[in-house]
């Protein structure tokens, strides 16, 4: 987008000495703090809630990308994103679990790069459970052995990808008692496990600390993929706010069964976290975000763009029912349950489950 003079002075004049403040380098770091004009943060603790409904871009990054990129390198100065080939610490009971749901092999570089960034986590012992969701097995062979990879063939191979489907199969099969419902391109800081299990000892049933997602955009995120520019080093296209149950979210084991896991109704692109976390907030919750993530660029999901499609439709009729009628409908439904193959975990590699 081409910005006018105007809008740019108004960016100069109202938004920069707010980002300066917030990139200062003395005393308290202040750049969770940062926020457009007209918005209102509650701040508890290290983190900020965004008191608004839905996500939005910081303004003086999308006038001014080199800006985004100051503030992601300072982020990401507190919160480092590290890369590992495989977990530091291994165990039959891990911490935390991270469910990943895919289809084909067009992100296959973004997967391998998010797992990579899972594996690096430090203070927290973490197993990544992988859902290859497609009519054929594509992905057996490029995942690294301490992934654990499902495949779940859907019954017409025309179907749309269901990432509420993929969760629920994940869910059933993962070991943690925690679960991190995560997609294949956000790269998390080295340590976002550990940062999520200090809220859980806390008490809180769904932890939500996501503050700022960096949206790469195409030129810098192929170039980070082929490891030729550094993540600090790229430019954020978008810098946004407020995703909530989007891109990773963390919960209870128990408590996603208890609330009856993700609605497999949407099928398609869109609506279905912010129908979990609707039901998620009759939970405790910690909403308060303080770290940063990188989100690599891919094309628009099918049906991303297209005013009233079916899964935005249906969010909102399924929003007019009181959660609690929601939440008793879910939890007596057979969902997660479809024909799963494991192929990358020894112990299961001969389970098969059909529950319809």
Known sequence: MNYSPRQKLGAVLYDLPRLMWSLRPFGQPRWVQMRNRDERLLMKG???????????????SNVFPFLGQALMRRALRDWPIELSIEPKTRSEQPDISFIIGHRGLERLGHLIL????????QNASVECVVVEQ???SELKRHIPSWVRYIHTPPSDQDTPYCRSWAFNVGAREARGKVLVLHDNDMLVP???????LLHRQNGFDVINLKRFIFYLGEAHSKEVLANRRSIPRAVPQAVVQNLEAGGSV?????EYFAIGGFDEAFV???GEDNEFWQRAQTLRVWPYGYLPIVHLWHPAQPGKHVQGHSTAALFETRSVIPVSQRVKELVTRQFGGHLSHFVNDPQRASHQKCAE
């Open 268 to 270: 398609g692109w869109g």
């Open 190 to 196: 080295r340590d976002y496990s550990a940062q999520i």
């Open 134 to 136: 497609s009519a054929t």
């Open 114 to 121: 998010t797992l990579k960034s899972i594996a690096a986590q």
């Open 250 to 254: 963390a919960i209870s084991r128990g």
């Open 46 to 60: 290290d983190g900020v809630l965004c008191d608004w409904e839905w996500t939005s871009d910081l303004h003086i």
